[in-house]
């Protein structure tokens, strides 16, 4: 593949915002605080919606992901054993996670690549930030996310990735992968904390430390979207300062909803379709490609999660359509 630094595509598309999406996605976990099912619920909604074309991933090639994750772990996740190891993001370990996670991984690589080429972009599947190297927390196996940078800048693709945070969780995974990664720059708006594989709602003593190319802003207990929306300037502003990058991985959380059982923060759904847009004019402002990936929610009424989700396309065609 040819460098395309320095010939960055316009921050337009044809119009058509590509979600990617495979019912593989969700893999069979029975009844879990984690929807999965809401991965194929937005399909659902996308269907049939102008400007919305919604195309199957390929799943991700094994050695990418060792790019990303060690070989132990990797191991761990194919064949269940060490099952503590297996099922360190806390799912029940079974021999359909392993094909699940090649696809939701293949499906942020293939909106990370389809963002260069157009713009914007968006994978149906979460960006996995709790996810480290050696280990899963939180749900996270591995880490999307990074792992869709470090394809691109190992293709030379790409120089410099940026990856903006917006779930209610800290992104303590991600952030522990740019310490290795110069070139990968993590920012993180939370209302939850994160620290060994706990959330916690004291956002005034964090419990992780801010480094040179990964930082984080923290929303107050009760914070609604005008503290939200100054947290969005100083990040956007601050991953500008760090060095601009070629591509924008945007993880637009549903789970900071003020109905969320985790959330914390006074944001309804109109709110954070508003994050969104914000998001998506300063990216195109800016002329940075912007792949999107769904994130957290966990509101007991699914089509709430939905919803916010679905909010987020509205967003993007508002910007981009
Ligand atoms: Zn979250």
Request: proline fraction near 7%; glycine fraction near 10%; include cysteine.
């Amino acid at each position: 593949m040819d460098g395309s630094h320095g010939e960055l595509p316009l921050a337009t598309t044809d119009g058509v915002i590509t979600a990617f999406h495979h019912p593989g996605f969700a893999a069979p976990i029975g009844d879990h605080v984690m929807p999965m099912r809401k991965f194929q619920l937005v399909a659902d909604g996308l269907a049939g919606r102008a400007g919305v074309r919604v195309e199957a991933p390929a799943p991700i090639a094994v050695e990418l992901l060792r790019r990303v994750h060690t070989p132990a772990y990797l191991e761990a996740v194919r064949t269940g054993e060490p099952r503590a190891l297996a099922e360190s993001q806390k799912f029940p370990w079974s021999p359909a996670l392993w094909p699940s996670v090649l696809l939701t991984n293949g499906g942020a690589l293939a909106a990370a690549t389809r963002a260069l080429e157009a713009g914007a972009a968006a994978a149906l599947a979460s960006g996995f930030h709790h996810s480290h190297a050696d280990h899963g927390e939180g749900f996270c196996t591995f880490n999307g996310l990074v792992v869709a940078a470090e394809a691109l800048f190992a293709a030379g693709r790409v120089q410099r990735v940026a990856v903006l945070d917006l779930d209610l969780h800290y992104g303590n995974g991600t952030a522990s992968l740019c310490t290795t990664r110069p070139w990968l720059f993590n920012c993180s708006i939370y209302g939850n904390d994160y620290w060994q594989n706990k959330p916690y709602r004291d956002v005034e003593n964090p419990r992780h430390s801010d480094g040179p190319n990964h930082v984080s802003f923290a929303l107050p207990n009760g914070s609604g979207r005008d503290v939200l929306f100054e947290a969005l300037e100083r990040g956007t502003k601050t991953i500008l300062a760090s060095g601009r990058p070629d591509l924008l991985l945007y993880q637009a959380g549903a789970d900071p909803y003020r109905e969320d059982p985790y959330s914390p923060l006074a944001l309804d759904q109109g709110d954070l379709c508003e994050r969104d847009r914000l998001v998506f004019a300063w990216a195109r402002r800016e002329g940075l490609p912007v792949a999107w990936v769904l994130a957290g929610g966990y509101t007991p009424d699914v089509s709430k999660v939905v919803a916010v989700h679905l909010g987020t396309f509205d967003a993007a065609a508002a910007v981009y359509g």
